[in-house]
């Protein structure tokens, strides 16, 4: 295949303005499918993926395209994710490529994750093509959308090609405009093997799939590779490219796309982002911008049931293989039992996870609330990382939290809203620009711990869906935060312990304890239950003992009777308050993510 007419290229939009649609119009009317094999979101192969209607997993495809002048393509599409979560792997698809489209939803504009991988983009001088998607809809502004990309993002749209995905019109002009627009890989097909690997997923029969762009040389089964970040080496069994059905093929050669399987038994061997080359002839330098993901939220997860243990740890191992950036290890706790401290990209990474669990392991999960990684000096000075409030040690020095930095887009008549929002949560505020009259950026540095909550929750609701947020982590802040126990007749409750800003300590605390008394089982006996800072307690509620009726056999009769009956259920309940476990529901831990107005 000649490099000149390979063409290497991605789709960036937001959430839901159409990428996955437009990515299945380009397979029907290239023919890559036919119409009885087609359905809806072809790429997005997870339920999850089809029932949300969001990409999680990067995908690479394979078109090949005759052009209006009767010339043969081959187009190497890779869908990526659009949500906040996944920009990593947005990155490293987009370092994988020579162009990008830009799609943007002609109803709803320029929004947060938009602008976050254009810029992604810019920054691998990839060529972008404006797309403007969803011009069938009668409230569809195509006009006014390619001002706002010309004012917020800069990037010329004289040629922008309006789209309408879903019924496939002006699906040819984009094709058209990739083939001439986009340039073709460069590369030495005779130099040393250099390949980007960007995406790996695990196969019960063939081990790991690793998907990857060949930058420099050839990749051929039965030659040995080396990871270059860990120095493993593998001999290559299989190399091909989805069309998306497998296609297997001789080589893949400087410039293609593809996949290639090595007998790999684990995923953690294949990094995201790492080069691959040959082990005989290795390259001197792997290529540029490989970093480590790293967990940015961790929560506990645990089996309701406790024979169910060995259960979920096979189930995480499982999920593991398909995803390196999800991270577990054992732990343990004095209410719930044994279980695991996870580790995820984000909210929405740790929703999937935890549906993916008991959905396709049958499990049933509690999970404790989110927290986020601090950094605790210690007396010594020595310097510790903690992700579970119980790790907190008693005396220390200073403790930092993460902060992020956020940008928001709204309209304008919501903004009032959105600044009160960030300033509750403890935001300071760094840019606010006006786009046209109706559309305003706002940028704000907030801590990470403050946006676990409820933030997106009502940031959605105050705008009334319109505002669109993308973050970036920023390093690490100092922080007045103290450590809030939450106690149960007495006993602190490990898993309900929380990391918490010292100025909101006592308000949290006492609508935690509301929250619990409602959904704490009535025992034979009162429960106290307690919200404390170190030893000093801020708020407490009783849960009401249950009162048999122990004197209902007794009609008329002596009234001593009576009441030697009710000393004894006294004695006895004092016994059962001595002894007594109270048995906590999962309601209890939702209870303590709930936050009421």
Request: proline share 4%; aromatic share 8%; net charge negative.
């Amino acid at each position: 295949m000649e490099n000149n007419k390979l063409r290497n290229f991605s789709i960036i939009a937001h959430i839901d303005h159409g990428k996955s649609t437009l990515a299945d119009r380009f397979l029907e009317i290239t023919g890559s499918l036919s119409h009885k094999e087609m359905t809806k979101q072809v790429l997005d192969s997870m339920d999850l993926e089809k029932e949300r209607g969001i990409t999680i997993k990067a995908h690479a495809v394979r078109i090949n395209y005759r052009s209006v002048e009767g010339d043969e393509y081959v187009l190497n599409l890779i869908d990526t994710p659009g949500h906040v979560d996944f920009s990593y792997e947005v990155s490293r698809s987009l370092a994988s490529c020579e162009g990008a489209l830009l799609v943007v939803d002609a109803t709803q504009g320029v929004e947060a994750q938009t602008l976050a991988n254009t810029y992604l983009a810019l920054e691998h001088n990839l060529e972008i093509i404006p797309v403007i998607n969803k011009i069938d809809l009668p409230q569809a502004e195509p006009d006014k959308v390619i001002d706002q990309i010309e004012d917020i993002i800069g990037i010329d749209c004289s040629e922008a090609i309006f789209v309408s995905a879903k019924i496939g019109t002006g699906v040819t002009d984009v094709l058209e405009a990739i083939v001439k627009k986009i340039p073709p890989p460069e590369g030495d097909c005779n130099g040393p093997l250099r390949a980007l690997l960007f995406d790996s997923w695990f196969d019960n029969y063939k081990g790991v799939i690793m998907m990857v762009r060949v930058f420099d040389g050839s990749i051929r089964p039965g030659m040995s590779i080396r990871m270059m970040s860990t120095g493993r080496d593998f001999e290559v069994t299989d190399v091909g490219a989805f069309t998306p059905k497998i296609k297997y093929m001789a080589e893949l050669v400087s410039g293609e796309v593809g996949f290639v399987s090595a007998n790999i038994k684990n995923v953690s061997e294949t990094k995201i982002g790492d080069t691959i080359t040959n082990s005989m002839m290795p390259a001197s330098e792997p290529l540029p911008g490989y970093k480590e993901v790293k967990p940015m939220v961790f929560c506990g997860i645990y089996p309701s049931e406790t024979i169910q243990y060995e259960e979920l740890k096979e189930a995480l191992l499982k999920l593991k293989l398909n995803d390196s950036s999800f991270s577990f290890e054992p732990e343990t706790s004095t209410a719930l039992g044994f279980g695991f401290r996870c580790g995820f990209l984000g909210l929405l990474h740790m929703d999937i996870i935890k549906e993916r669990l008991e959905r396709e392991f049958n499990l049933s999960l509690i999970n404790t609330a989110p927290t986020v990684i601090y950094r605790v000096t210690q007396k010594g000075g020595s310097v510790i990382y903690l992700d579970n409030p119980t790790q907190l040690p008693e005396n220390y020095e200073l403790i930092e939290e993460p902060y992020i930095k956020a940008t928001i887009f709204v309209p304008e008549r919501f903004v009032g809203n959105i600044l009160d929002l960030c300033q509750e949560k403890r935001g300071i505020q760094k840019d606010f620009t006006f786009f046209g009259t109706e559309r305003v950026m706002v940028v704000y540095d907030l801590p990470m711990n403050e946006i676990l909550w409820d933030f997106y929750d009502k940031l959605k609701s105050i705008s009334k869906g319109y505002a669109s947020m993308d973050y970036d982590f920023i390093g690490y802040k100092e922080a007045d935060l103290t450590k809030l126990d939450i106690l149960i007749n007495g006993i602190s409750v490990d898993a309900l312990s929380l990391i918490i800003h010292t100025e909101k300590a006592y308000y949290k605390g006492r609508q935690i304890v509301e929250n619990l008394r409602s959904v704490v089982p009535r025992q034979l006996y009162e429960v106290a239950i307690q919200a404390a800072i170190g030893r000093k307690i801020i708020a407490r509620e009783t849960v009401k003992a249950m009162r048999k009726d122990v004197i209902a056999k007794c009609y008329g009769g002596d009234i001593t009777r009576k009441r030697k009956l009710l000393e004894k259920q006294k004695e006895g309940k004092k016994r059962m308050k001595q002894f007594g476990k109270v048995e906590l529901p999962q309601e209890a831990f939702l209870a303590v993510m709930r936050v009421d107005k």
